[in-house]
């Protein structure tokens, strides 16, 4: 049985929000953002930090066999990327958040994802070994859907905010199981949870509908689990997809930083307040499609 936990998690409404996206095992790009946050936190009112899920599934390629659509190359470690990430939340406790993405949702009931390896998630769960495994699945399991930001008038979530609830306690009652053996295709349109997992996109009417759900205030989505190559995009109102790691040049990576008194009005508002580079002297990588 899973354990009882909060789904939404409602941040403080002082201090600097941090914001990331996407790591997929990347260590050396997880220790920028725990840099960037702990910079953040030592600042008066602190800091939160919240990464919108996917920590885990990083590719092993040599730079070799690295293809250029996958960005700067990384050897992929989730391993080191997890025990480091519940290093930072023990620190900082309260203050650091992790969405479940659909990576980690592979390992506590999600459908079987395969974009490196044919099981992504048996290949993490060889290299933990039993105990490890065990630890990790009880860990995920904790971790909440959503994070509110509701003085910042934000919602953070893995993916576009395409389910359909009535109000923030619907995620409360939402099982991680039973979705072993939906094909990944269907995954958007299987319930809440796939939506919130697999969503890529919706539209503007339905993703409104759920930031009301989440909170009345709330005027901006923000959130991963799709690449955007110049580091974000902007679909539609009021969607802000961001890109901090995987599927990116460095010069590219963008995370999020907010103060979280400051209303947001809208998407693009934020874009252009609040998006920063990961790593501030890479030059960003110009393509011609």
Known sequence: MLPAVRRVVVL??????????????????????????????????????????DLVHGPELSEAQWPDYLGSYYLGDSGTVLER???????HPGRVHYLLGNHEHAHVGGPVVSKFFPDEARRLEDLLGYEGTQAMREWLCTWPFVALAPRANLVMLHAAPHARIESRNDLERLPLD????????????????????????????????????ID????????????ARNGYAI????????????????????????????????AADVARRGLRPLYPAAPPVYRID
């Open 235 to 266: 679909d539609r109102e009021p969607l802000l997809c961001i890109s901090t790691s995987f599927g990116c040049f460095d010069g590219d990576k963008l995370y999020l930083e907010w103060d979280l008194d400051e209303p947001a009005d809208s």
């Open 178 to 213: 039973g979705f072993f053996d939906v094909p990944l295709e269907e995954m958007a349109n299987r319930g809440a949870l796939g939506a919130l997992l697999w969503a890529r996109t919706t539209s503007t009417e339905r993703a409104r509908s759920f930031l009301r759900a």
């Open 12 to 53: 403080p409404e002082r201090g600097k929000l941090i914001v990331a996206t996407d790591l997929q095992g990347n260590v050396a790009d997880f220790d920028r953002v725990a840099e960037i946050y702990e910079e953040a936190a030592r600042k008066r009112d602190g800091a939160v930090l919240v990464i919108t899920g």
């Open 85 to 91: 990430a519940r290093l930072l939340a023990e620190r």
């Open 216 to 227: 009345p205030n709330a005027r901006v989505a923000i959130y991963g689990h799709d690449v």
